[in-house]
């Protein structure tokens, strides 16, 4: 099965939100998120519960706990087997922020349009 190319959003100031947010995770939590990153990479959609899920409207978060800290990464998929990482966040309850699933929205939007300008 072919793998999916997995890439950082990046915004117009060329950061990459969901990158950044990884790199500021401590080692044990970091190792988890690549771990999970790599079965999105592996699986794309096939990937489920309690490693993925889909939040709406095409968003779809990543999940890694480690103790009670659970790590999320929002993403979407893209045309081509592309998954983009949009951003991420430590969350303690069960449902991510509505602010969070918006963020990786405008992300989405604005990748996509950028996308459509370069064709």
Known sequence: MQ??????YDKEDETEPAKEFILSLDKKMR???????KML????PELREPCSKPLGDGIFELRAKVGSDISRVLYFFFVGRRVVLTNGFIKKTQKPSATEIEK???YRAEYLSRK????
């Open 31 to 37: 190792a988890k998120i690549l771990r999970t990153v």
């Open 41 to 44: 990479s592996d699986n794309g």
């Open 104 to 106: 990786a929205k405008r």
């Open 3 to 8: 793998e999916f190319e997995v890439i950082f």
């Open 116 to 119: 459509e300008n370069k064709q």
